[in-house]
């Protein structure tokens, strides 16, 4: 008798196959699930290899419109970053993900969600903190966190052994000494040769972009149309792109094609651990970019101020720490539309060996950008003698604090 259904987050890969086969040796009837979220994969080998190796049933869920309106879109709308490098790929696709599982493993009676994901990264904590709030009913097996798993499997060695022993297939081609995760927004590669920081990545590590010293010698210019913060058109030459997948995937070729939006960060994983990361994003860098420039051009002043302060740090910390099932992400995106009412807009942009450049912006129902105001020769609007109040009011406080520092003996010069 079984012991219960589980809906396992499955890859085809080795360890996936080996969590597969060993939950079904354990007495567990076992659907396997595929998130496609726009990584390069042969799904139908995977979906063969799952029922071959024993699953009950094989499910693969399209959902990159889901990621690219739900949530990358939302992003870009508020310039997410995770300490000031990382764009959060990975972490954008994990919410989606997460709950397209769910709704597999209620489709088919499940009683349990597993993922192979190891004890020492994020991932565990995004996706089981996501179950958690999506329905708490379901349990989790967390091979990797499981005493009994870890001591029988402790190394690549074993788990070839157990693939041997129960007749999974392995690719014959080597594994590539790093981890990576793929989908529509980056590429992320970790662990093996890049545990050692000062390690240069190889040339083949990079899949999403190519080598800027190998792109073209003449810029590709284009623009990014906005739409109340949103990307509703990008234009290159004679490619226009209007549907939000494939828009975002124009942005990732013109990327790809000038080697934009390569990083490689030490950064301060949720559990603790500092962990070294390389990460291959092309769309979102330019689209990022282009969002920032407009900005200057449309939003005001001090709402700017507030959301860079608050809502880009918060939410930004709230995907990457697996939060964005939580009250507080709600909160925080209300205010992400709210500030995005006025920027529409186009940002003119050209991409040339490893960067991005604004060429120009413009806005017809947003700007708040005055050329008479702001011209040198023009006294319209804005006179000049007015400033000499503001400098005076503004130097009060500072006048008393200078005079202060000179009544103690301390004068503001040598400070």
Same mark, same amino acid.
């Given at each position: ?336 539309? *709210? &500030?995005?009412?006025?920027? !529409? @807009?186009?940002?003119?942009?050209? =991409?040339? #060996?490893?960067?991005?450049?604004? $060429? ?21 609007? *804005? &006179?000049?003698?007015?400033? !000499? @109040?503001?400098?005076?009011?503004? =130097?009060? #406080?500072?006048?008393?604090?200078? $005079? ?12």
């Amino acid at each position: 008798m079984s012991k219960g259904r589980v809906c396992l987050a499955y890859s085809g890969g080795l360890d996936t196959s080996t969590i597969l086969k060993w939950l079904l040796n354990e007495g567990y009837t076992v659907v396997c699930y595929l998130a496609n979220v726009g990584q390069e994969e042969d799904f139908a080998a995977v979906e063969e290899k799952a029922l071959k190796l024993g699953a009950e049933a094989f499910v693969c869920e399209d959902l990159q419109r889901e990621l690219v309106e739900e949530v990358v879109f939302k992003a870009i709308m508020c310039n997410a970053i995770f300490e000031d490098r990382y764009l959060l790929g990975t972490a954008l696709a994990r919410p989606v993900i997460a709950r397209s599982q769910v709704r597999v493993a209620e489709r088919y009676n499940c009683q349990y969600l597993s993922h192979g994901c190891t004890g020492k990264g994020n991932d565990q904590v995004r996706f089981e903190l996501a179950f958690m709030a999506l329905n708490p009913s379901l349990k989790v097996i967390a091979p990797w966190r499981l005493p009994e798993f870890i001591e029988r499997f402790q190394g690549r060695n074993d788990l070839l052994k157990f693939a041997a022993e129960n007749n999974i297939p392995v690719s014959s081609t080597p594994k590539a000494p790093w981890s990576m995760d793929d989908n529509i927004v980056h590429c992320s590669y970790e662990a093996g040769v890049l545990e050692d920081p000062d390690k240069t990545p190889p040339k083949e590590l990079w899949t999403r972009t190519i080598d800027p010293v190998d792109a073209p010698s003449e810029p590709q210019e284009f623009s990014v149309h906005f739409k109340k913060g949103v990307p509703v058109k990008v234009v290159t030459g004679n490619t226009v792109a209007t549907d939000s997948v494939e828009l975002f995937k124009l942005l990732n070729k013109i990327g790809h094609d000038h080697g934009v939006g390569r990083v490689d960060i030490v950064e301060n994983r949720f559990i603790g651990l500092k962990s070294r990361g390389c990460y291959d994003t092309p769309g979102l860098t330019l689209a990022r970019l282009a969002h920032l420039d407009l900005e200057g051009l449309v939003m005001d002043s001090r709402v700017r101020e507030l959301r860079d302060q608050f809502v880009t740090l918060t939410w930004s910390r709230q995907l990457y720490q697996g939060m964005y099932f939580s009250p507080e992400r709600e909160f925080v995106e209300n205010s992400i539309v *709210f &500030s995005q009412r006025s920027v !529409s @807009g186009v940002v003119r942009m050209a =991409a040339y #060996r490893g960067n991005a450049y604004v $060429l120009g912006r413009s806005s017809d129902s947003s700007n708040l950008y005055s050329e008479q105001d702001a011209s040198m020769d023009s006294l319209e609007g *804005f &006179s000049p003698m007015d400033t !000499s @109040g503001f400098i005076a009011i503004q =130097a009060i #406080r500072l006048k008393k604090f200078g $005079l202060q520092k000179i009544k103690d003996g301390e004068p503001l010069s040598k400070s």
